[in-house]
């Protein structure tokens, strides 16, 4: 089976402009998670959709961020403006089921750098 | 407040050599532990977990990590290192008191450099 795919791999932009990443999950994974690495720290969780429902966003910084997965299918994690602390790996995982003990499958990462 | 703590940023070792990579742990109740691998211009990689049952839990690519309850520790080990085991290894638990999430807690992360 396909894997989670991130576009872009890697995308730079000036500070105060917009970025679109977008998460394809695999096929039939409800939930769908957005994850991000601040360079040299741990990995922290951002979002959580079931389908197409937020379930959790307890994580995502401020409002500049927004996420939205229409549809119950791909996802896509928008930043507008952009800050220069925005800059990172951004992450996106899926999983089939709801349990502790499920494996995440994460995908490649998108790297985000803002000058 | 629960957490993970990988405390070698980079763990050097030669080709051959046993590796142990540490993790340690703080969550209320029993823990879900979870250890996954990135290798350079790839995404996390699962690599194995710990749910419940024998403390030493076998993984991908001839890894394995040992549970430790009372030391709260799960470090990674592998009895003969590859050169292409140099990789960035990352401890996880799952967040206990996240509710239906079932999101994880990273650590930050432990380079492992294997020279040949």
């Known amino acids: 089976e396909a894997g989670v795919t991130q576009f872009p791999s890697h995308s730079v932009i000036e500070k105060g402009q917009t970025v679109t990443l977008r998460c394809d999950p695999i096929?039939?994974?409800?939930?769908l998670y957005w994850y991000r690495r601040v360079m040299g720290k741990e990995i922290k969780f951002l979002l959580h959709?079931?389908?197409?429902?937020?379930?959790?966003e307890s994580g995502m910084p401020n409002n500049r961020f927004l996420a939205e997965r229409t549809g119950g299918t791909y996802s896509t994690l928008k930043v507008q403006p952009a800050e220069l602390e925005d800059s990172g790996v951004y992450f996106c995982?899926?999983?089939?089921?709801?349990?502790?003990?499920?494996?995440?499958?994460f995908g490649a990462g998108s790297r985000l750098t803002v000058l | 407040a629960q957490s993970v703590a990988q405390p070698e940023d980079q763990v050097n070792v030669a080709e051959g050599n046993p590796l142990t990579v540490k993790c340690t742990y703080s969550?209320?109740?029993?823990?879900?532990l979870f250890w996954y691998v990135q290798y350079p211009n790839r995404g996390l990689q699962f690599l194995l977990k710990?749910?419940?049952?024998?403390?030493l839990v076998k993984g991908s690519y001839g890894f394995e990590a040992e549970f430790n309850k009372s030391q709260t520790s799960f470090h990674l080990k592998k009895p003969s290192a590859l050169v292409s085991d140099s990789a960035l290894y990352f401890c996880?638990?799952?967040?206990?008191?996240?509710?239906?999430?079932?999101?994880?807690?990273f650590g930050t992360g432990t380079l492992l450099a294997v020279q040949p």
């Open positions: 096929s039939g994974h409800d939930n």
């Open positions: 969550v209320s109740g029993n823990p879900y």
């Open positions: 710990y749910i419940t049952g024998d403390n």
């Open positions: 959709f079931v389908k197409e429902s937020k379930q959790d």
């Open positions: 995982a899926s999983s089939q089921q709801l349990s502790g003990a499920n494996v995440l499958t």
């Open positions: 996880a638990v799952r967040d206990m008191d996240g509710g239906a999430t079932n999101k994880l807690i």
